[in-house]
T-cell receptor, first 112, second 119 residues
Framework: QKEVEQDPGPLSVPEGAIVSLNCTYS??????FMWYRQYSRKGPELLMY????GNKEDGRFTAQVDKSSKYISLFIRDSQPSDSATYLC????????????FGTGTRLKVLA | GAVVSQHPSRVICKSGTSVKIECRSL??????MFWYRQFPKQSLMLMAT?????????EQGVEKDKFLINHASLTLSTLTVTSAHPEDSSFYIC???????????????FGSGTQLSVL
């Protein structure tokens, strides 16, 4: 079993839809959770960062962490064609090495 | 956020040559940088952790003599792919932690990546 599981997609939605992206994980020591957006042949861009459980909102993006279920989500409201990209979840423990584990990424297509 | 610059963005080389990729932290000092490799439609694979002033730590299965890492200053790490072969063709990405600014400590910031094509 992989430490982090993420559906690779692709996920196609119409413009304006609410998008839900998810990751599950197996290591209960993970404390820091991040979502990155990666356009084709570019480096990942940090979108959201959450420590421990709870919700965090930033504009059209909301990140949720449910540590009891080992499940994290990213919601995108009013999705735009420019949101079409691959979304990677990442997580790390509180250890000094801060080793980050990434999901495989979900490819999202927002259709105009 | 913090800015990480990676250069070059694309390189094409002949088999047997060596290629150097640079990763710079522009507005912060990075004692630790990470090098990843990414194949099409796959996630990031950590290759090594680069530590300023000391030897890099390589992940299992990554040849340290093949992928030379040098982290000579707090703002620059380099990855050299020695005697490159077609199977080394991939997308290489560096990242760094800004451990000085509150709110950035646990976050990982990425360079723009380097597409290496070995003929």
């Amino acid at each position: 079993q992989k430490e982090v599981e993420q559906d690779p997609g692709p996920l196609s939605v119409p413009e304006g839809a609410i998008v839900s992206l998810n990751c599950t994980y197996s290591n209960s020591a993970f404390q820091y959770f991040m979502w990155y957006r990666q356009y084709s042949r570019k480096g990942p861009e940090l979108l959201m960062y959450t420590y421990s459980s709870g919700n965090k909102e930033d504009g059209r993006f909301t990140a949720q962490v449910d540590k009891s279920s080992k499940y994290i989500s990213l919601f995108i409201r009013d999705s735009q064609p420019s949101d079409s990209a691959t979304y990677l979840c990442a997580m790390s423990t509180t250890s000094g090495t801060y080793k980050y584990i990434f999901g495989t990424g979900t490819r999202l297509k927002v259709l105009a | 956020g913090a800015v990480v610059s990676q250069h070059p963005s694309r390189v094409i080389c002949k088999s047997g040559t060596s290629v150097k990729i640079e990763c710079r932290s522009l507005d912060f000092q990075a004692t630790t940088m990470f090098w990843y490799r990414q194949f099409p439609k796959q996630s990031l694979m950590l290759m090594a952790t680069s530590n300023e002033g000391s030897k890099a730590t390589y992940e299992q299965g990554v040849e340290k003599d093949k992928f030379l890492i040098n982290h000579a200053s707090l703002t620059l790490s380099t990855l050299t792919v020695t005697s490159a072969h077609p199977e080394d063709s991939s997308f290489y990405i560096c990242s760094a932690r800004d451990h000085q600014r509150p709110g950035n400590i646990e976050k990982l910031f990425f360079g723009s990546g380097t597409q290496l094509s070995v003929l």
